[in-house]
């Protein structure tokens, strides 16, 4: 009897085991193998990437002129050019010197580099459109801005066009008008504009809003920027959220910048 138990038991557990393996072999069972990529392969893209910077500091204007912008410009030429970019920098641009640059940049960044374009100096709004001040300008009335001044959007259509892998630009350019004809007009600061896909654009206060010249070498923002770029391991965006966050705290919330963002992927300053 105990012998007709114990085979009634093997029988049951042997067609258990032969089920579950038929059952097994019917899911087609499968191990996958997910692994993050290196940081090996993210400081290979960077290292063999091309990188090509403008930067732009206007500070000796005649009517208003500014303490930290060719400081700002200088001490970021030199940060990024330590991060591999190609910098083109202009110091006190007139405006033909400065639409000069852009269109050197602007052929620059055709073969699918990295472009950044920074500008530190006065910067207006005017007719729902933003311009960078050039230090030659000579402006009575609004109406003359777009003849003296330079486009913000003429030059992200230059960047635009040029079909690039991605394209940061960054204006410290917010301070108050520096024309006195029609700073009652009320719009101060600068307005928002909407980055073009793979595009960010940093501005270095909330539109409508004025930014700080500082009382340093260089500007409030702008010391910021140069804080976080040189911190490893930190996304485009991340560098700019952690900007926002101590300038906000710095100006008791009466500066914060911003951005709009259309990219497509990933970039970083820095991974070392």
Not at 259 to 269: A, H, I, K, T, V
Request: glycine share 8%.
């Amino acid at each position: 009897m105990k012998a007709g138990l114990v085979f009634l038991f093997v029988l049951f557990v042997g067609q258990s085991l032969l089920a579950q393996n038929l059952i097994k072999a019917r899911s087609g069972e499968v191990k996958y193998n997910i692994t993050k990529p290196g940081l090996d392969s993210a400081r290979s893209v960077i290292s063999s990437e091309n990188r090509v910077a403008l930067v732009i500091g206007n500070k000796n204007y005649k009517m208003v002129p500014l303490q930290n912008s060719v400081n700002d410009a200088n001490d970021l030429a030199d940060l990024l050019t330590r991060k591999n970019f190609e910098v083109i920098k202009v110091l006190d641009g007139t405006r033909l010197e400065i639409r000069e640059a852009i269109k050197k940049f602007s052929s620059k960044i055709t073969s699918g580099a990295i472009g950044l374009f920074y500008y530190s100096g006065h910067g207006v709004q005017v007719g729902g459109e933003n311009y960078l001040v050039p230090i030659d300008a000579r402006i009575e009335y609004q109406e003359e801005v777009p003849d003296e001044c330079i486009g913000v959007s003429t030059i992200l259509r230059y960047m635009e066009a040029s079909n690039n892998k991605l394209n940061i630009m960054i204006l410290d350019a917010c301070r108050n008008s520096p024309f006195k004809s029609f700073s009652r007009s009320g719009e101060k600061g600068m307005l928002r504009v909407e980055a073009p896909v793979g595009s960010i654009v940093a501005y270095s206060t909330a539109p409508g809003m004025t930014a700080s010249d500082g009382t340093g070498r260089n500007g409030l923002y702008t010391s910021k920027l140069m804080k976080y770029l040189d911190v490893p391991g930190l996304k485009v965006e991340e560098v700019f959220k952690q900007v926002r966050i101590e300038v906000s705290k710095e100006s008791n919330n009466t500066q914060v910048p911003w951005e709009s963002n259309s990219l497509m992927g990933d970039f970083y300053f820095n991974l070392n």
